[in-house]
């Protein structure tokens, strides 16, 4: 076994705050491919965010792969050189076969980085074409549009995680992304011992205008239904606002972010449905996961999010449709075949494998 994991391919991956996942979906995707992916199929290397581990939690050694610290913020505009340190890293000390990019914030690095070691392969998914978000302004949108434009230059492959996302990104960059989803089962794990919450609407997201949390206070608040909504509520002045108007009313539970997978288990095991408000980034890996939990999911109408669903569950464009939508006796259920067939899209073994074969196979120039 030694020799056969001397000779798998070392593949670096960048982009994350690291693993174990304590953030968001390019995280658990880090860890979900640690956990998947045997060391005599490819080795990995996974650049993590030093400070988002405490010293006894930063060894070497992660699910029989690697990782390395990076002492940077992995988020906001330190990821430019976080990012970048990890890619010149990758190329240069550590010498992978392959650099598997999550996102496009080290982007300006990634053709100095294929300028120090030729022969490796550059795999990069691009996250849902941020420079797209509202929440940006318009120099940062432009940044954003660069960075994307250099990513999809310097790559041999494409990775796009939204089928309506495939047809934008070939019309834009003139190329043929590959479709690569998230997995959610990770999330079936027993819950966590005592007393729950029942009977209630769940929404989980990060608190930002995009996701239309506002929206859905509203509307649960106007339908008249428990709702608890979990999310980053102290992150920023819309979280803060919306904490201070809505946290006090009746039948609605604000909680701040929850990473253990048993205490969000409660809370989605006793819950009657998943309201789901994102409307761009293209799969969203929430999304997803609720689909492993219960049978009932409304979302907002955009087309990332039917094509996550394959048009299964209801759908809701205003606080009056989501609000109605609430009040309907078994709105959004999705058929029991029909669910199954959307879990079997979305395991993390099937998405691993998806992943070993993009980064393994890929012919160098194409795309690039």
Known sequence: MADMADKAALIGVVGTVGVPARYGGFETL?????????????????????????????????????????????????????????????????????????????????????????????????????????????????????????????????????????????????????????????????????????????????????????????????????????????????GRELKSRWGRSPGLTLLDPIYEQAALAQLRQSAVGYVHGHSVGGTNPSLVEALFCTDRVLAFDCAFNRATLHEEGAFFDSVATLAATLAQPDSGTIPVAALQSLRNRYLWRSITGDYLRVTSLTPPGSGA
């Open 30 to 238: 880090a860890e979900q491919l640690a956990r998947n992916i045997d060391a005599d199929q490819a080795r990995l290397l996974i650049y993590c965010q030093k400070s988002a581990y405490a010293r006894e939690e930063r060894s070497a050694v992660f699910a029989n792969h690697t990782r390395c610290f990076v002492p940077l913020s992995a988020n906001g505009v330190q990821s430019m050189a976080h990012d970048a340190l990890a890619m010149l890293h990758a190329a240069l000390i550590a010498r992978v076969d392959v650099l598997l990019v999550l996102g496009t914030s080290g982007a300006w690095a990634l053709p100095l980085a294929r300028l120090l070691r030729p022969s490796m392969r550059v795999v990069t998914n691009i996250d849902g074409l941020e420079w797209r978000r509202a929440k940006y302004g318009r120099p940062a949108k432009m940044v954003l549009k660069v960075l994307e434009w250099l990513a999809v230059k310097a790559s041999h492959r494409v990775i796009a995680d939204n089928a309506a996302l495939l047809p934008i990104v070939s019309a834009i960059h003139r190329i043929e992304p590959v479709m690569i989803a998230y997995g959610g089962d990770h999330i079936m794990v027993p819950p966590a011992p005592g007393p729950a919450p029942a009977g209630h609407w769940l929404a989980i997201a990060r608190i930002e205008p995009e996701n239309n949390c506002a929206m859905i206070l509203e509307a649960a608040a106007l339908a008249g239904v428990p709702l608890i909504f979990v999310g980053n509520w102290a992150a920023n002045d819309y």
